[in-house]
């Protein structure tokens, strides 16, 4: 299968998004990339690509993670920078 969609749906209506999915070789490197994070001996960083964050809003370990990493993190942790940036 080459094609994928998820399909979000509430009473009123269903909304059909296609995936790109990823080929081969490219989702072997990104499952190896991520392996190799759970088995380092330090804690990798935090997000901070603006095109990733978003993600922390939504992370089930965000709690954990503010506690380990000392401070906030995600769009509260650049905030935080802008500010100090400017200050
Ligand atoms: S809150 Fe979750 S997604 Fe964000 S940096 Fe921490 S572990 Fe990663």
Known sequence: MNSAENV????A???????NMLPIPKARSLLEFRVALHTQDDLPGILTDPQEI?????CPSRA????????PVGKAALEKEEAAKTA
């Open 8 to 11: 979000y749906q509430d009473i």
């Open 13 to 19: 209506e269903q909304v059909r998004i296609p995936i």
């Open 54 to 58: 978003w993600e922390c809003e939504w």
């Open 64 to 71: 954990k993670c503010e506690e380990l990493h000392g401070g």
